[in-house]
């Protein structure tokens, strides 16, 4: 029998060379098991490192064993969480790793401030390849690599800017960290606003301005987290300002991260704010539920454990906005798990409140009747409001109604059998309208933005 176990080590040291982190870190993670002579599997612990293991390297992984068997060897990819664990780490270790499952998250974190290099206030943590890209991150993810392999070129500066948890330090840092790995011996620095204020001010009352100016004006790479906290710091934004024209001189790269475009800066040296004007400028947006999964999926792997697949898609449902909060979750439902000895089900989970800290709360609406949902989203679609009792299976129609059904159903506060009275329908057809908007909000479609903008329109 050919030693296929030994060419997928083969094949693992390749694609190590390649340097393509992300596949080494999931096909690594994962269990290549030979089953019969001419069959084998790739036991993957979660359905994002299976998912892209088959799009991603199947094919190669499948034409690189034709080249060295003799017969085709038939490859499966499944999911089999627990089977790696047992089987990626030696048994004591796995013992080790369940029990301390909590402390490991604890670990990770402070492991994330402990890496940091001194000199540049990077932490390792924060790399491109444990960055999961989402339709809220892609351009950016892409446009931030392109900067830190083309530093000082066409995207300089380079601004980003979004909501509180999205991933703009890590992004920011990830520039960093990769500029640093590519060339070493650059001078490059993390800092955010109001370190950069502290810095400047204690400068000053040490009579020591021109070090801090020197500092700043001879780095390779300036990376200005928070800069919405130099606001109320005017001298500093000046400061700034004289640091942004040496390093744009030179072509030197400079990357800067706020809470709000440019525009919406108050207080902040106008001359620096038209620089930013004309830069590269990009948002990142909330990731949708299926980013939202990957990235728990990516944090549990991380952290070398996995949980239930119903449990994290209860979760991914319910943060909608701020990764630090899936963050919180997941350290949430490992202590419990781990010093309470229990692996709490969706249920369980909803009655202990495990999660109750960390989900993103609904929008309220104040006394929402089924009627005044109905006239609302009537309004929003611009159809009669006769049209939600009607027998009308239009593809628009349709869809308002699945609309109204949905909100009645989770504002109302009637049952619904009440509902489907209001809508002229049987209780069947009421949950099967509900659902098939929740599915659809799951799969991150843009009926989510509809669904806010009615919402917002009614409270
Ligand atoms: N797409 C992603 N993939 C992996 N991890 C992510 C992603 N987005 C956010 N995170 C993680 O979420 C946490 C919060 O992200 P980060 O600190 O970058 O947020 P931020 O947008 O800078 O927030 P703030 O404005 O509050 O500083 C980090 O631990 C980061 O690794």
Not at 1 to 9: A, P
Not at 32 to 57: L, P, Q, R, W
Not at 60 to 85: E, T
Not at 360 to 365: G, R
Request: charged share 30%.
């Amino acid at each position: 029998m050919e030693d296929i176990k030994q060419y997928w080590n083969e094949f693992l040291n390749i694609i190590s060379e390649d340097d393509e982190f992300t596949a080494v870190a999931l096909l690594k993670g994962s269990v290549f098991v030979v089953e019969e002579d001419n069959k084998a599997a790739i036991v993957c612990s979660g359905d994002f490192a299976a998912t892209h293991i088959k799009k991603d390297f199947l094919g190669r992984i499948k034409d690189f064993f034709n080249d060295k068997c003799s017969n085709n060897i038939d490859i499966d990819v499944r999911v089999d969480a627990d089977f790696v664990n047992e089987h990626l780490m030696p048994e004591e270790e796995y013992q080790e790793k369940s029990e301390t499952a909590n402390n490991n998250v604890e670990v990770s974190n402070t492991t994330k401030k402990e890496v940091s290099n001194n000199k540049s206030n990077l932490n390792d943590y924060f790399r491109f390849d444990n960055f999961i890209q989402g339709n809220n991150n892609k351009y950016v993810f892409e446009a931030a690599k392109y900067v830190s392999s083309n530093p000082g070129k066409e995207y300089n500066p380079f601004y980003v800017y979004g909501s509180v948890g999205i991933g703009k330090t890590h992004l920011l840092q990830a520039i960093g960290n990769s500029y640093l790995e590519a060339n070493p011996n650059a001078k490059v620095i993390y800092i955010d606003g109001s370190g950069f204020r502290d810095e400047y001010v204690s400068s000053l009352q040490n009579k020591k301005p021109e070090v801090f100016k020197r500092k700043y004006k001879s780095l390779d790479m300036l990376l200005l987290d928070d800069l919405q906290l130099l606001e109320s710091a005017q001298e500093t934004s000046k400061e700034l300002f004289e640091i942004f024209q040496a390093l744009d001189s030179a072509a030197k790269q400079m990357v800067f991260v706020s809470d709000k475009p440019p525009k919406e800066l108050r207080n902040i040296e106008s001359r620096l704010k038209n620089r930013f004007e004309k830069s590269l400028i990009l948002s990142i947006e909330p990731p949708q539920y299926e980013t939202r999964l990957a990235i728990i999926e990516r944090k549990l792997f991380d952290l070398h454990t996995s949980i239930d697949e119903e449990v994290m898609k209860y979760m991914a449902e319910n943060i909608t906005t701020d990764v630090r909060k899936i963050e919180g979750a997941i350290r949430a439902y490992l202590s419990v798990r781990d010093l309470m000895k229990i692996t709490p089900d969706v249920e369980q989970c909803e009655k202990m409140g495990i999660f109750k800290d960390y989900f993103t709360n609904k929008p309220k609406l104040k006394n929402a009747t089924v009627k005044e949902i109905k006239k609302m989203v009537a309004d929003y679609y611009g159809i009669e409001m006769s049209s939600f009792e009607s027998t009308d299976r239009t593809k628009f129609i349709a869809k308002a109604r699945h609309v109204a059904i949905y909100l009645s159903c989770e504002y109302s506060k009637k049952s619904v059998t009440e509902i489907g009275l209001e809508f002229n329908r049987d209780h069947s057809s009421i949950i099967h309208g509900r659902d098939k908007v929740k599915d659809e909000l799951r799969s991150g479609s843009h009926l989510f933005t509809e669904i806010n903008e009615i919402i917002s329109n009614i409270s």
